[in-house]
């Protein structure tokens, strides 16, 4: 397991709460950042706005995108990451309350890794989470940083 | 849209008026404006031809009368040289001197010109030829019986003359000639009245044709003309009529799709922002179980989980809701579609997922049907997931997928053993959120059968069911029973 940053899009605070609890729980210890909006992720990822000048080689090693966010939504998020060549090869899991076929379509159609629909169980919730980690941190062999830079 | 076994769907009064209009293609009104103009036609042409004809034996009539009046005047000169001859023979003879002899010559010459004439106008008619042949032969004899005179007169002198003259056969001859001119004129003239007599008749009649075919056909014209302006009436007052009706139908048709798109975005946030509230409720009553377990004690936890059982629940009627409108918007998509393959792998699922039940499942092999993949596997998926559930406590589960038989042919089943219903209340099978169990008996949302039969309604099938208290159910559905909504 790499101690890289996680990047967390949520802008519901109660969700904030159980993710962390829910990492915590399955010992999942890397950094946690946690962005409240579309455009906030947006700025953090790029070294723009209010991050302007942050190194924006620390890549996270892993970005879980809630889609429905105030600002910019989660999809567009998404397409932004796609579109840069510094970012293009980011795992992103999308991380959502909603399972309507058009957000599975278009998430998977801007190249998600993963779409994980929040069980309003906790203890499910916490499962998601542990496997989650399980694979992207642990199992998941990421893409080398030169390929993601250089392309 | 001529389904008139579609009871569900009331036929709207502007549709129905619009179809009462529709009746201006009644063929039958088109034949009898054809009728009407082709009647008309035809007695226009026989008035043409009965004109025509008229017109033609008047012309011939015509040509006749002049013939008529031709041997006429023939005859009448025959006679007049008869008398001329007479007349100079009597001079010569009176006063013996060869120029009162002059007007006999002429008349000789004139006789054999008329008669020549005479014979050429009345060929053909025997009966006015065999008359004429008599006073030509009548009219040889006088003229040798003159020329007799003659000779007598200028060889003998006056008193033998006078002797044959008194002797009364040249005026015996001229009373036969003066006779049979006279029948040969009546003769001709009675043709001729009896031609104008027929003439007068055929002028009438045919006056009469023309006057009685007119108004026919006038008649005619106008009853053709009057139908043929109400049935533009009826087409314009059916084309306006459509043309209302289609704007009316392409605001409703605007209005649903901005209700569709305003469901959407409503479901759309149902199944977000509902869910979230529901992810604390349970989430925070985990975390405190967990942190303040020891503080609020053996009943507090039960609370707590009293708590997440209601979220839990809450959060599957909206996962159930969803489903239920989603397959009313969803498109209906239809391709043949094995039902046995579909319902043995919903019930590997179901074994899977509750491994320690023993259910025996009897399907019937190789039941295929036209449908929505995705949203027939949605039935299947809820009616054997409910006779899974009713049949949990019964010793020797059974479920069976199968074809109805006799009157029930086209529809398929699927039938359990387990705790059935009460038929009277059946009519609340279908309906959303009701339910004949307790939720501590069987659990469940109420939405599943609900959304059942609007599938089964989408794609024009019925479905219903038979049961038995604790004696098990059976489920019936047709597809395509009428045309689909």
């Not at chain 1, 496997?131 to 990421?142: F, K, P, R, S, T």
């Not at chain 2, 012309?59 to 041997?71: G, P, Y």
Request: hydrophobic share 40%; with cysteine.
């Amino acid at each position: 397991m790499n101690n890289k940053v996680i990047l967390l899009v949520e802008d519901n605070p109660d969700d904030e709460a159980l993710t962390r609890r829910a990492l915590v729980k399955n010992q999942i210890r890397n950094e946690l950042m946690v962005a409240h909006d579309g455009d906030e992720a947006i700025c953090w990822i790029f070294g723009t706005g209010q991050y302007e000048g942050r190194d924006v080689n620390q890549t996270p090693t892993l970005i879980l995108l809630d889609l429905k966010l105030p600002k910019v939504e989660g999809l567009e998020v998404l397409r932004r990451i796609r579109a840069d060549a510094r970012t293009r090869l980011l795992p992103v899991v999308i991380l959502t309350s909603s399972k309507e076929e058009q957000d599975l379509v278009r998430g998977y159609g801007l190249g998600a890794n993963s779409y994980i629909r929040k069980p309003v169980d906790f203890s499910q919730f916490s499962e998601a989470i542990r496997q989650l980690g399980l694979y992207w941190l642990v199992l998941n062999e990421a893409p080398p940083e030169a390929v993601g830079l250089a392309a | 849209m001529s389904n008139s076994t579609n009871d569900q769907t009331p036929v709207q009064p502007g549709i129905a008026a619009a179809r009462r209009v529709q009746g201006w293609r009644n063929p039958s009104l088109t034949v009898k404006i054809v009728l009407g103009f082709s009647v008309s036609l035809v007695l226009v042409v026989i008035i043409g031809i009965t004109s025509y004809r008229s017109i033609q034996r008047l012309i011939n009539d015509t040509a006749l009368d002049v013939h008529s009046r031709q041997t006429l005047r023939a005859t009448d000169n025959l006679l007049g040289a008869f008398k001329d001859a007479e007349t100079g023979q009597r001079g010569y003879i009176i006063t013996g001197k060869e120029a009162y002899l002059q007007p006999y010559t002429d008349a000789v010459g004139q006789i054999s010109e008329q008669e020549t004439a005479l014979r050429d106008l009345v060929a053909g008619d025997s009966d006015q030829e065999q008359r004429l042949a008599t006073v030509t032969a009548e009219g040889k004899a006088k003229l040798t019986e003159l020329q007799r005179v003659i000779d007598a007169r200028r060889n003998d002198g006056f008193a033998a003359a006078q002797a044959i003259v008194t002797a009364g056969v040249g005026k015996q001859l001229m009373d036969q000639i003066r006779t049979n001119i006279a029948e040969l004129v009546r003769r001709e003239e009675s043709l001729l009245e009896l031609r104008v007599a027929a003439r007068r008749e055929s002028a009438q009649s045919s006056l009469r044709s023309v006057v009685a075919g007119s108004g026919i056909a006038f008649v005619l014209v106008a009853i053709s003309s009057l139908l043929i302006r109400h049935d533009i009436k009826v087409r314009v007052r059916a084309e306006s009529l459509a043309a209302d009706l289609n704007r009316q139908l392409d605001a409703h048709a605007l209005e649903l799709e901005a209700t569709n798109k305003e469901l959407e975005a409503f479901c759309y946030s149902v199944s977000h922002d509902l869910r979230a509230p529901l992810r604390s409720i349970s989430g925070f009553s985990d975390a405190l179980r967990e942190d303040c377990g020891g503080t609020i004690g053996q009943e507090g936890t039960e609370h707590l989980s009293r708590i997440c059982a209601a979220a839990d629940r809450m959060g599957r009627l909206i996962d159930d809701l969803l489903n239920l409108s989603r397959v009313t918007r969803a498109d209906l998509r239809k391709t043949p579609v094995n039902l046995s393959s579909i319902a043995e792998e919903l019930m590997a699922d179901l074994r899977e997922a509750d491994p320690q039940r023993q259910v025996e499942f009897v399907p019937s092999p190789d039941l295929v049907a036209d449908a929505d993949v995705r949203l027939i596997r949605i039935v299947m998926d809820n009616l054997l997931r409910n006779a899974w559930k009713f049949t949990a406590k019964k010793p020797s589960a059974r479920i069976e997928f199968g074809r109805g038989a006799g009157p029930d042919a086209k529809a398929f089943f699927i039938r359990d053993n387990g705790a059935g219903f009460d038929m009277k209340f059946s009519d609340k099978l279908f309906g959303a959120f009701q339910r004949l169990h307790g939720n501590a008996e069987f659990p469940g949302t109420g939405v599943g059968l609900a959304t059942v039969q609007r599938i089964i309604h989408r794609h024009g099938g019925r479905v219903w069911a038979t049961a038995q208290p604790d004696d098990g159910a059976t489920f019936f559905f047709t597809l395509q029973e009428r045309k689909a909504a």
